[in-house]
C-alpha cells in the first residue's frame, strides 16, 4: 500500500518550535517532489513549502520566510517541515504530498497525500 504518513503535530505555545516528519511506504520518495500544505479552518489549502527530487527548495508562503524549512532523508525515506518561531497564525492541519513532477503550488499535481497533522499555536 502506497502512503504518506505525517507526524510531529500538537500544541506548542507562540515562539516555540516543531519538527513535522513525512514517511512514505510502499514506494520510495527518491524520484519526487515533496510539498507540505496547510489548511486552516475556513480557508483554503496553502502550499507552505516544497523540496524537489535534488534538494532544491521552493518557498509559497511569504508568512513563513526564515521561519521554516523543508528537508529530506532518502535514507529514511522522510522528508521533514522544521518550524520555527511559531504563530498562532500557523494553526492548521498540515499535509504533505508526493509528486512525480515538479514542485509546484497547485495541489493538483500531487500524486499521493498524507492525512495530515494538526499543528496549534496558542498559550
Known amino acids: 500500500q502506497l502512503q504518506l504518513v505525517e507526524s510531529g503535530g500538537g500544541l506548542v505555545q507562540p515562539g516555540g518550535s516543531l519538527r513535522l516528519s513525512c514517511a512514505a511506504s510502499?514506494?520510495?520518495?527518491?524520484?519526487?517532489?515533496i510539498a507540505w500544505f496547510r489548511q486552516a479552518p475556513g480557508k483554503e489549502r496553502e502550499g507552505v513549502l516544497c523540496?524537489?527530487?535534488?534538494?532544491?527548495?521552493?518557498n509559497y508562503a511569504d508568512s513563513v520566510k526564515g521561519r521554516f524549512t523543508i528537508s529530506r532523508d532518502n535514507a529514511k525515506n522522510t522528508v521533514y517541515l522544521q518550524m520555527n518561531s511559531l504563530k498562532p497564525e500557523d494553526t492548521a492541519v498540515y499535509y504533505c504530498?508526493?509528486?512525480?513532477?515538479?514542485?509546484?503550488?497547485?495541489?493538483?499535481?500531487?500524486?499521493?497525500w498524507g492525512q495530515g497533522t494538526q499543528v496549534t499555536v496558542s498559550s
Open positions: 510502499g514506494f520510495t520518495l527518491d524520484f519526487y517532489a
Open positions: 504530498a508526493a509528486s512525480i513532477k515538479l514542485c509546484s503550488r497547485w495541489y493538483g499535481v500531487y500524486d499521493y
Open positions: 523540496i524537489s527530487n535534488s534538494g532544491g527548495s521552493t
